[in-house]
């Protein structure tokens, strides 16, 4: 049994119903569904046997109009255990909220912000959610695969090669 088995079978006994099992087996990450999240991400840091200390990264993913899903990836490690695990947590397109683990872990403010400037999804709970990477006033979400570039933002054309940045 690997690090994700056993976490997963841990987090199912102490939240029933929060790991989402899925029909293939998959051992290199961990499903859940949001109900539970920032209840969960707390017994991860703290529960002695897991003590996922360590934020390592935050990410959105697009997984397509056909799905009308969108999803937050989660990496951990315990600086204790020297374990790691994925947490994938799925929401929905139209209205996308998760619970913020930022005031769980400080570092997550910042992927928590970039995540919801490139796709739009809001952490509730989050102490400062705002843009960071594009102007507060921009329009969309860049890295979502339904995004349309503008043609103009404030008047200026948009360009579309970067032909003479450097």
Known sequence: MNVNQKVSQI???KFPGSVIIPEEPQNDFIQLNSEKWNEIAK????????KFDSCQCITGVDLGAETEKLEVRY???STKHLHKVEIRIATDRKRPSIPSVEQIWRVADWFEREVYDMYGIRFKGHRDLRRMLLPDDWKGWP???D???PQTYNGMKVPKVRKGWD
């Open 75 to 77: 990496n951990f490690h």
């Open 11 to 13: 987090v199912e006994e």
């Open 43 to 50: 017994f991860l840091k703290t529960e002695s046997a897991l």
């Open 143 to 145: 890295l979502r695969k």
């Open 147 to 149: 995004y349309k570039t």
